[in-house]
């Protein structure tokens, strides 16, 4: 189960978003930070949210699926220029993983359970670290595994989405905090997953 295998089957819709940016003159560096951008803009959303009015949370929503949508069109945008490089893929690369630590970050202020947010943080980071660790010892990069980064964007949003109309706490924990639990125990799982993968084909 992981959506970055459907990256293939939406290059069409991403046609209008290439061209655009491309007319305007804008590099995939640019739509990268902009990416970056609309994460930090969630993460505060989503702690306004937790602190102050939940109909943050819809904007919080909006921002991560923004996020998450730039962070397919900066690849197809350095495609159609021509410009498509390591150094392109490192920054994409870094961006989205401080992207991931201040939305998780975020969504930990906002309901002021850090330790909660410690755990999904990590589960996230070593989801991430282990689909990329793969490559530095031969392998072809791994994205599989329970949750990738683009089923993770995708929960992110939809419980942006309903933590508005759902409030109250339910065992304990707020919606948002029910999602941290779940980043962390599925993303180390999910990182567990891709160790084993990656030990395997190295046998």
Same mark, same amino acid.
């Given at each position: ?6 990256? *293939?089957?939406?290059? =069409? &819709?991403?046609? *209008?978003? /290439?061209?655009? &940016? ?14 970056? /951008? ?6 505060? !959303?989503?702690?306004?949210?937790? =602190? ?7 904007? !919080?929503?909006? @921002? ?22 390591? #150094?392109?893929? @490192? ?13 998780? #970050?975020? @969504? ?9 947010? &410690? ?16 490559? !530095?010892?031969? @392998? ?6 329970? /949750? #990738? ?26 919606? *948002? ?27």
């Amino acid at each position: 189960m992981t959506l970055d295998q459907l990256r *293939p089957y939406v290059s =069409r &819709f991403l046609d *209008p978003f /290439v061209d655009g &940016f491309d007319r305007v003159g804008m590099t995939p560096d640019g739509v990268s930070v902009l990416a970056f /951008v609309m994460a930090i803009l969630a993460a505060v !959303a989503f702690l306004l949210g937790g =602190r102050a009015d939940p109909v943050w949370y819809v904007g !919080a929503a909006v @921002l991560v699926f923004l996020n998450g949508w730039l962070d397919i069109v900066d690849g197809a945008l350095a495609r159609e220029q021509g410009v498509d490089s390591a #150094g392109g893929d @490192l920054l994409d690369h870094v961006l989205d993983r401080y992207a991931d630590i201040v939305v998780i #970050g975020g @969504l930990a202020a906002g309901i002021g359970d850090y330790f909660l947010g &410690f755990l999904a943080v990590t589960g996230v980071v070593m989801t991430s670290y282990l689909g990329t660790q793969a490559q !530095a010892v031969g @392998l072809d990069r791994v994205y599989g595994g329970l /949750v #990738g980064r683009a089923d993770r964007l995708a929960i992110i949003g939809i419980v942006g989405f309903l933590a508005y109309p759902i409030a109250g706490t339910y065992g304990g924990l707020t919606l *948002p905090g029910w999602l941290l639990v779940f980043l962390a125990v599925v993303g180390h799982f999910t990182a567990l997953q891709r160790f084993f993968y990656s030990w395997s084909a190295l046998e």
